[in-house]
């Protein structure tokens, strides 16, 4: 299934949809839209498989912040559904750490095994460990605690089949020569979601 995302652009260029059964990164500098586009997708599971939803739940993980209860109520009235019917579906919770990110997990797990869940938001998947893991010496363990994170997504995902989205933040490359965006996590956040 693909959960649509509520712009016929976006959802061209993703292939219709964010899928389940596969964890998706979104990336972009602060302000870009991805806390936007996480409730969106959280009112938006909640759809008919017929009206481009996947009939279930949201569990919502935010790491900073950027939850806005109001927006989703805005976002479910301009799609003409019930407003505290969604908000009921969205399981919210805000972590401060790492470590609170992992036991929301591990209580993530086991709801999904007792309630019908269709999307997993992480915003922002990595900003825990940016704050925690500071300074080029921090590298390797920070990588390695978010390349655990990964594994247990992957678990998640295979339990339930569910749609996995994470964000995380971007920068500018210091290279002159090559001005790309970098995501905060590298390679282990690119190698950990099946699309981006």
């Not at 999307?119 to 590298?139: K, M, N």
Request: a positive charge; glycine letters at 10%.
């Amino acid at each position: 299934m693909r959960i649509t995302t509520g712009s016929l652009e976006l959802d061209a260029s993703i292939g219709g949809g964010i899928r389940t059964g596969s964890i998706t990164g979104v990336f972009g500098e602060s302000g870009a839209g991805k806390s936007n586009l996480c409730m969106t997708l959280a009112v938006r599971c909640q759809l008919l498989v017929s009206q481009g939803g996947a009939e279930g739940k949201c569990v919502y993980i935010d790491t900073k912040g950027g939850f806005q209860p109001e927006r989703v109520a805005e976002i479910a009235a301009a799609n003409n559904l019930p407003v505290e019917d969604i908000k009921r579906n969205i399981i919210y919770t805000r972590v401060m750490s790492s470590n609170q990110l992992f036991q929301a997990l591990v209580k993530t797990k086991v709801f999904m095994a007792e309630h019908r869940t269709a999307l997993l938001v992480i915003d922002s998947a990595t900003y825990p460990f940016r704050v925690e893991y500071v300074g080029r010496g921090e590298l390797q363990p920070r990588q390695a605690k978010i390349n655990a994170l990964f594994r247990v997504l992957r678990e998640c995902v295979s339990q339930s089949n569910i749609a996995v989205v994470v964000t995380a933040e971007a920068y500018s490359s210091p290279d002159p020569f090559h001005p790309n965006k970098l995501i905060v996590g590298g390679n282990v956040i690119q190698y950990g979601c099946h699309s981006m």
